[in-house]
C-alpha cells in the first residue's frame, strides 16, 4: 500500500500568507496575491476566475492579474509545490 505525499500546510490572513512544504521542512511567505491565488488554485478555480478575483480585490488590470498568475504558477513548479488538488507532488498547473 502506497502512502500519498502530504499535501502542503497553508496559513492566510489579510497581510499574506505562509505555506509549509511537508515534503521538504521548506517554508514560504506569500504577499496578500499570492496567497489569494494559492487559496483559489487549491479550490481548482479556473483561470479566468483567478484572474477575476485578483482584478476585482486588488484593482489591477487583467494583464497584471495574468501576468501575477502565471509567475506564481512557475514558482510552484519551481519549488515543486502541488496545488488545484493534486497530491502527486507535480503541480497540475
Known amino acids: 500500500m502506497s502512502q500519498e505525499p502530504e499535501l502542503p500546510r497553508s496559513v492566510h490572513t489579510a497581510e499574506g500568507g505562509i505555506v509549509l512544504d511537508i515534503r521538504s521542512g521548506r517554508m514560504f511567505s506569500l504577499n496578500p496575491a499570492g ?10 478555480l479556473p483561470e479566468e476566475r483567478i484572474v477575476e478575483e485578483l482584478v476585482n480585490r486588488f484593482d489591477i488590470s487583467v ?27 507535480r503541480s497540475r498547473l
Open 35 to 44: 496567497s489569494l491565488i494559492f487559496q483559489l488554485l487549491e479550490q481548482s
Open 63 to 89: 494583464v497584471v492579474a495574468r501576468t501575477d498568475l502565471n509567475e506564481f504558477r512557475k514558482a510552484l513548479k519551481q519549488h515543486a509545490l502541488p496545488a488545484g488538488g493534486d497530491s502527486s507532488g
